[in-house]
Structure formats: structure tokens, C-alpha cells
């Protein structure tokens, strides 16, 4: 497929953890469904690209099976060099049109399509969603980005102005060249009166932190149509299939209650949801039309889950979650559960592991269904492996050795993204259960350009300390 754009120009591929399995199945589980297993599912990608966001699932997930597809073949054949270094039997990758995925693909569980639905032309959008109501389990979970008005439009504008500065180029590297130095001239001419340079000035920045294949692939794409939820929500009910809920789930609740004159309408709460946040962006969750769905949710409800929350104390004493959500604390028992949860972050506690610290079980339930949907914290099914402890002979995970030895990010077992420095990338790949804290160190020593046998004394236990909390290690 050499004329594929994703051929040309790479599209980065890493780990997204509202694609896990994990968030997923708590989104389907808060509202009365019965998802499969995280650890034993069937899982399919479309528009995977090199898999980067499925080699990290299949890696730490081994009883569960996973199926990528992509129409661009390099990145595919790249994706298949990493299973293979890593030995990964339960992940295929295919390069295929979505378009011809029948019932010879099987069933799943979850279906994944990040970033394609407002990427691609109408037939295919239709096509998709078709694919995720005919291979869709009886209880299985569809997850749907697409660009979203009313917040889209301010982004569309600049869409149209970059593409009208880049008309006449047709080479790629060009068109993004050309296109950020748009963005930077329309920031710089301060011509905008300050109501728009603000707003102006916020999507730009946005849109150059992108890498060149963001850019390229995104903003530059040749298709971006971007829909109202309401229309997103009657084109899946076309295709059989309703409305589960959010991936970013916290979204979908309205703490000041503004919207309760809408009652029990979740469609419509939804679409107004949107344009009381001026939304640009969703990633939503689907099911079969005929799950019957519970949206009654209950503080009680919260004994089945699990909780993680970033949870820190900044300036005037309060506490900082997830999402920038600050919250002062009034009662001990708040302080203690949000401190629990910010000690083991982003490995999630059990409700179990929480009830000390609130005193008693009816107490946590009210406070972790606040900081749930505040915002503050994020709800799991699934305990991710983790390495608490640095061993005698630290083991950082296959995945992890791997990776640092080709970039300088790394997946942890959270499915998030580790940033290692160069130094770090050494250390990881060092860490293969083999050597000692002193050998390590003699090993570092060695490395050009490296800290120095002091600088290593000090640091070292520190760095893997570092390296086990942010779920590189290995048990």
C-alpha cells in the first residue's frame, strides 16, 4: 500500500489507558452490564498503527487475545517486529481495510478505533460502526473518538486557514512545515482583539504541541469532519447499537446539577453537556441496542471498584486529584483515603485496602463516589501487576528493556507512558534480573557520558525506587 499517507509520514502510536480493557469494563460495569474479564478477553483495534497501544495490553494481559488492523502496511510490518521481539502470542496484526472484516475475524469484547471516525469518509464511518455491531459480543463494549461540535469549531477555523496556506504544496514534510509556521504567525501578529487572541491563542498552542504526524494526519488531513454528540448518538442507533457512556467517564456527570430540568433523558443531557463545556473532543462507549443498562448510580455501588487518584497537597492546603480537581478536605477521613490513593498512584487500591482509612465502610462509599464523579478519581476493575518493593536483583519487564532500548518511552503496567532520560534508558535496559544493586552500579559507571561513582551511590536506589512506582518493574 505505498500511496498510504500513514506510509509517508508516521502517525505516533502509544499506549491510551481509556482503551484498556480495565476502563472499559468499569464504564460498562458502573451501568448494570457484565463485561468479560480484563484478563480474558478478546479485543480488537481498527486503525492500530504500529501497535503501540496493543503490544503493552497483550504484553501484561497474556490470557486475553487481541487483533490489530490497519490499512497502512510499514507501520503494521514495524508493529510485528516488536511482537516478535517480544514473543507476543496472543497479538495479531493485520493490514487490512476495515471495510472487509467479516464474521472469519470472530467475535470480541471490546472494539477500539481511536482517531478514525471523523478521519475517514462517510461510507467508512458507516462501515465501522456496522463492524462494531456485527462483531460485538452479547455484552461487549465499543469505544468511538470523533471531534465534536459546538468546541470543534474554533479548531475547524484554523483547519480551514492552514489548509488554504498550504494549497499549493503537495510535498508532506512541506504542508507541515508550512502549517506550524501559520499557527506561529497568526500568534505572533497580535491583529486579534483579546477576547479572540485568547481563545486563538489556547488552540494554537494545542495544535503545536503536536507532533508532525499529528499535525499532518489531524489538522492537515484531507478529511476531519467533526458531529454533534446527538448526531454521533442516531447514527449508532442505525446501526443497532446505544449509548453506553464515556470513556473520560467524569464527563458525563453534572456536579452543579445545571441540567436537571433535562430528568432522565441521557441523550439529551449528553448533547447539553457539550455545549455548556464547549466539548471538541469525545471518546464514547457503545453497546448492543438491546443491553438492558442501569443508570441509577448509587454510592454503594462503589464496593465493587477499585480507586486511583494522583492525589497531592498544594498551595492553601488542598488536595489535588486527577484533572486538576482540587478539593478542600474538611474531615480526617478524607485526608487519609486521598493521601492512601496519591501514596500507590497510578496502581489503583481496592475498596477493601481504603475502608481504614475512612473508619467504616458506609463512610468511604460517600466519599469515594464524590471524588469519583468529581473528577478527583478514577474507578478500575482490574488491579494492575505491580512490583512494590525493589529487589536484591531488580528485573525491570520485558516491554520496558525493550522499548528503552528503541525510544525513550516506556509502557508501564498501568498502560500509561513513562518519559526516561537518557541514563534511565541505560539503567532499564540493564535491569534483566541478573545483576546486583552493586553491579548495576559498576555498570552505569561505564556508561559514556554518565554520572559519576558517587552521583551513582546516591541516586541509584532513588532511580529504582522511580522505576517501581511508576510500574517498570517486574515482581
Known sequence: MPDNAYNVIPYPSFPRNKTHPDRLAAVGTLFGMTPAPVTNCRYLEIGCGDGGNLVPMAYWLPGSRFLGVDLADEPIAAGRRAIASLDLGNLT???ADLRNIGPEAGEFDYIVAHG???????????????????????????????????????????REMMLYHVRNLEDPVQRIEQGRWFLEFLRKSRLLSPAWGELVDQQVAALLKHAGGGLYHDDLAEVNDSVYFHEFAAHARRHGLQYLGEADFHEMFDPQGSLAWLKDDVLEREQYLDFLRIRLFRQTLLCREEVALNRELRPAAMRRFLF?????????????????????????????????????YPFPLSFEELVPYAGDPASLEEIVFALFTGGFADVHV???????????KPRASRLARYQASVSRHAASACHGIVELEEINRFLVMLLDGTRTHREIAEALAKAPGGPTREQIREGLPKSLEWLAHEGLLEG
Not at 120 to 127: E, F
Not at 317 to 328: D, K, M, T, Y
Request: aromatic share 8%; with cysteine; proline share 5%.
Open 382 to 392: 482490574y488491579q494492575f501487576p505491580c512490583a512494590d518493593a525493589v529487589t536484591a
Open 93 to 95: 496484526l493485520e493490514a
Open 308 to 344: 486511583s487518584a494522583p492525589a497531592k497537597t498544594v498551595e492553601g492546603g488542598q488536595i489535588e486529584g486527577l484533572h486538576g480537581v482540587r478539593i478542600s478536605a474538611l474531615h480526617d477521613a478524607v485526608k487519609q483515603v486521598t493521601a492512601a490513593l496519591g501514596e500507590v
Open 116 to 158: 478514525l471516525y471523523s478521519w475517514v469518509p462517510a461510507d467508512v464511518r458507516d462501515r465501522l460502526l456496522a463492524v462494531c455491531r456485527e462483531r460485538l459480543a452479547p455484552q461487549g463494549i465499543a469505544y468511538i473518538s470523533y471531534n465534536a461540535y459546538p468546541g470543534r469549531h474554533v479548531r475547524q477555523m484554523l
